[in-house]
């Protein structure tokens, strides 16, 4: 929760702290906010967590994910780590496709998106990652990667699990049906 001092004599001020910090505190949140710091944690071991955070909407999804972006971004001793975590924020595209799905980490990370085959984009993101060393993925709209059960999806998955694997960066998955 927020910290808010009594001392502030501007009852507007209050406002905007109370507002820009949403996080409701019960045992249900806080035991999902627990188990998102531990997969954190495991950011470079050779085999990282990956937690999925399913639910309705308005469940409180996203403001989990903002509560735990705004305390990566705010420590710079996070869970152990002695620099600052690197963190990749990917949107799963519409439909289940590996392409589309590399297509998407790179647009996240605002780079060029080369024309050509499944292959051509992989290296483009393998590339991009070697670069950018990101210590955590947060896959945003996870549900969309439901959208194809069969072949297309299990390949999209597998992609996904392997570039987690590869970088050893632990992945935070938020969706809903």
Known sequence: M????????????????????????NAVSDEALVRARLAVATAGRLRPKAVLFWGVPNAGKTALKVKLLREISQSTNFCGQLKRLEVLVVEAPVE???????EAILQAGHQ????????????AVSAFLDELRPDVMILGEAGNLNAYVGARGTVCINAIRRLCN??????????SA
Do not use: C, H, K
């Open 2 to 25: 927020t910290d808010i001092s009594p001392a502030q004599d501007d009852p507007w001020a209050r406002v905007a702290l109370i507002q820009r910090d949403r996080w409701a505190s």
């Open 112 to 123: 060029y998106i080369p024309s050509g085959n499944v292959r051509t984009l992989f290296r």
């Open 166 to 175: 590869v970088n050893r960066m632990p992945l935070l998955g938020f969706g």
């Open 96 to 102: 289940a496709d590996e392409a589309r799905f590399y």
